[in-house]
């Protein structure tokens, strides 16, 4: 359990202590962007790696609760939501993505998923571990989507405070037009929903990669699906 802690600690600092802190721009500024996304690419695989072996090789023998059928069913009814948003998010595009800054200016950058939220990979990810929670209960599987959560969750807002820095006057208007909670902009009146703008394409092929990841499960994350 050690070994996780260390792990989800290593993930999380380096996720919310460089790419989102004044570390970045002091490490941007001796290496350069490239090297510099390169190396903070490369340092996220690692740590992402770290943290999975360490929860496979994590002991399961404290349980908080024991999972039951309903549990399960939580998690099958809402994944096909973090796999629409995280098709969604990484095919289109985004102000808020590495390099896509002047898209800001564009009058018609908010479309599609961005009317749902302007971090739409990010809740992906929150989604995702947060729907595995429930049929999840020992410890060590709770700190690893603990880990998981608190990066996506916080680095929605870390991101929006960057952005709004490095923006200046463009980015009151492009947050006023989208939000950060989904469809909360659209329940406030300042957008509104367009399912045809997410694109059938990228919808079809948001809820294939949810079924195969639903046949494959067991050799995917080495737990069969309980139903």
């Known amino acids: 359990m050690t070994e996780l802690l260390i792990a989800a600690a290593l993930w999380i600092a380096t996720h919310l202590g460089i790419s989102s802190s004044g570390l970045r721009g ?15 690419s490369l340092l996220a695989v690692a740590t992402l790696t770290f ?102 969750g916080a680095g929605t807002l870390l991101i929006d405070r960057k952005k709004a820095l490095q923006a200046g006057e463009a980015w009151p208007a492009f947050a006023a037009a989208t939000s950060n909670l989904p469809f909360a902009a659209i329940a406030a009146g300042r957008n509104r929903f367009a399912v045809r703008e997410l694109g059938i394409g990228k919808v079809l092929l948001g809820l294939l990669l949810y079924a195969v990841v639903i046949a494959s499960h067991r050799w995917v994350a080495g737990v069969p699906i309980a139903i």
Do not use: C, K
């Open 26 to 40: 002091w490490m941007t500024a001796r290496l350069g962007e490239g090297a510099y996304l390169g190396a903070y």
């Open 51 to 152: 943290l999975i072996l360490a929860w496979v090789d994590a002991p399961r023998d404290i349980w908080l609760w024991y999972p039951a059928p309903w549990q399960t069913w939580f998690a099958l009814l809402l994944m096909p939501f973090a796999f629409l948003l995280l098709i969604t998010g990484l095919l289109g595009p985004n102000p808020t993505s590495v390099g896509q800054e002047g898209r800001l200016a564009d009058p018609d950058t908010v479309r599609g998923v961005l009317r749902i939220t302007r971090h739409p990979v990010q809740w992906a990810f929150l989604l995702w571990a947060v729907a595995h929670v429930p049929p999840n209960g020992d410890l060590a599987t709770l700190i690893f989507l603990a880990a998981i959560a608190l990066v996506a």
